[in-house]
């Protein structure tokens, strides 16, 4: 590691220690941003960009502590003896305002937390990452918000896992796409998507992971949709034959669909599978995740699954994780 580049790091960590205004703490941000994306423009190594960008998250996060504690324009109004200080005045736009004291609310723990995780896993350390993290922290300390949700303690479990550095190589996520019927208060197929797309899958996934994720035919644009919102790419998929149902305008439904997601590089650790499943099973879960696991190297997630299986993590098993049943039937 080139040790001119440590030692611009090391000094801009000294002078964060003992900056007192936005203008010295925003002199340090972006002396680690050039850095960083130095490194990274000159395949420097990820350890060099992520030390780097451990100190522009830094310098962010004092940024919003200072910005969280003036008397911006919205303040109080009353206090006519005090003078107001614009965003135009400070050089800062009100978007980095924004994120800036969002990445301030979330716990000092917590962001040490994800930085060795990031670190330890050899993965990017970024702005977007603790973003994400900081909104899912803020999301779990409302309740109220999290009641509406159906997932809400699918999410709070994936954010605690993220926080204690715990990540999945493959994640099996079988979600119930349509209300169940007969339920009263039940939400509607588009506000289970909105819950799905919501939940932060990438913050538990690993920098090299697959995904298996089933979908009705009739859902494939919804599921893509989710794939993408956790952090994968489409590579595939298996198709499962099962019993006709008894309606349908088009052809009548006699099959379902486990999307491949693949984040990074990883490839099946068996690519000898056929992509068709007409095997009859009482246990349909358990048999897709023996099959998962030829396919796929641990550790291994059931997102959305309750219950046990040796070697697998279930969500609704972890203490933030949800007692209600969230699975198709």
Not at 15 to 43: F, G
Not at 73 to 94: C, E, T, W
Not at 291 to 316: C, K, N, Q
Request: proline share 5%; charged share 25%.
């Amino acid at each position: 590691m080139p040790s001119q580049h440590l030692d611009t790091l090391n000094r801009a960590r000294r002078m964060l220690a003992t900056a007192t205004n936005l203008d010295e703490i925003k002199a340090v941000r972006d002396q680690a941003e050039a850095v960083r994306q130095y490194a990274k423009s000159a395949a420097l190594g990820l350890e060099l960009q992520n030390r780097a960008a451990e100190v522009k998250l830094l310098s962010e996060r004092r940024a919003g502590e200072i910005l969280a504690g003036l008397e911006l324009p919205g303040g109080d109004r009353k206090s006519a003896s005090r003078k107001k200080v614009s965003l135009r005045d400070l050089g800062i736009s009100p978007k980095q305002s924004e994120r800036w004291q969002l990445l301030a609310s979330l716990p000092e723990e917590t962001f040490r937390q994800h930085v060795a995780a990031a670190v330890g896993q050899d993965q990017e350390l970024t702005t977007a990452g603790l973003l994400r993290l900081a909104r899912s922290h803020r999301r779990a300390a409302e309740p109220e918000a999290d009641r509406t949700d159906p997932l809400g303690d699918v999410a709070a479990s994936l954010r605690s896992m993220a926080a204690e550095g715990r990540s999945f190589a493959c994640i099996y996520a079988d979600p119930s796409w349509t209300p169940a019927s007969g339920r009263r208060n039940h939400l509607g197929t588009a506000e289970i998507l909105q819950s799905l797309l919501a939940l932060p899958v990438a913050e538990a996934s690993r920098r090299n992971a697959h995904l298996h994720l089933w979908t009705p035919p009739e859902l494939l644009v919804a599921a893509l949709q989710v794939l993408n919102a956790w952090g994968f790419r489409y590579q595939t998929c298996l198709v499962r034959a099962k019993p006709p149902a008894d309606y349908g305008r088009y052809w009548r439904t006699a099959h379902e669909v486990l999307l491949l997601g693949v984040r990074g590089t990883l490839a099946f650790r068996d690519n000898s599978l056929l992509g068709w499943d007409g095997e009859e099973t009482a246990d349909r879960s358990a048999a897709i995740r023996r099959l998962i696991e030829r396919a796929s190297p641990g550790p291994y997630l059931d997102l959305l699954g309750s219950g046990s299986a040796p070697g697998w993590t279930f969500a609704a098993a972890e203490p933030s994780g949800p007692r209600l049943a969230v699975r198709r039937a």
